[in-house]
């Protein structure tokens, strides 16, 4: 006997029946779901490491708790998942040249100092993005390649509100877009 597969909604075309999900099919899945970018920094034992991550989200306002993840591939994975602290610089599309470099396999992400400084703790922070934090980590995951980080919010600047004109910077089936008036619903 076949099943005959019917959309729940009236002059639709049928869903697809559910498959099983592979590491291809996983990806495919979550490059259809936009996510927010941001650099995340700590200074490791060989200097200042910084990843690009799309993974970041508040979890509590009381206390002020942010979640990210840190995949295993990444060079500065260790720095960061071995560190005490940590800097969440959020991005909007006027941060796109940084979000590229962190992002950029091999490239040397301090190599210009007019970029960037040391906070008091230690950490590096970028100059200039539209806001940040700095975090003390008070959870790790592991959680298949990655590292799920809890993080404590210490302190930040915000330094062009979420609706300023640059818009805000997503990654969305692997490119990146700026949001602006256009696109909302």
């Known amino acids: 006997m076949t099943t005959l597969l019917t959309s729940p909604v009236s002059g ?56 990210f993840s840190v ?26 040249e940084l979000a590229e470099l962190a992002a950029t396999s091999g490239a040397d992400r301090f190599a210009d100092r007019e970029r960037w400084t040391r906070l008091d703790t230690g950490e590096p922070l970028y100059h ?3 806001a940040w934090t700095r975090a003390a980590i008070v959870n790790r ?11 404590h919010a210490l302190e930040g600047s915000i330094a062009r509100d979420a609706d300023h004109e640059a818009g805000p910077l997503v990654h969305h089936n692997r490119t990146w877009h700026r949001l602006d008036e256009g696109s909302a619903i």
């Open 128 to 130: 200039g993005v539209r």
């Open 12 to 67: 639709t075309a049928p869903e697809p029946p559910p498959a099983p999900i592979d590491a291809e099919g996983f990806k495919s899945l979550f490059r259809g779901h936009p996510s927010g970018v941001a650099v995340i920094t700590a200074h490791g034992p060989d200097g200042p490491v910084a990843l690009t991550a799309s993974s970041v989200a508040s979890i509590s306002v009381d206390p002020p708790l942010l979640i």
């Open 141 to 151: 995951l592991e959680a298949g390649g990655s590292t799920v980080i809890v993080a």
């Open 71 to 96: 995949s295993a591939l990444s060079s500065a994975s260790a720095s960061i998942v071995a560190a005490d602290s940590v800097v969440v610089h959020l991005l909007d599309a006027g941060d796109l």
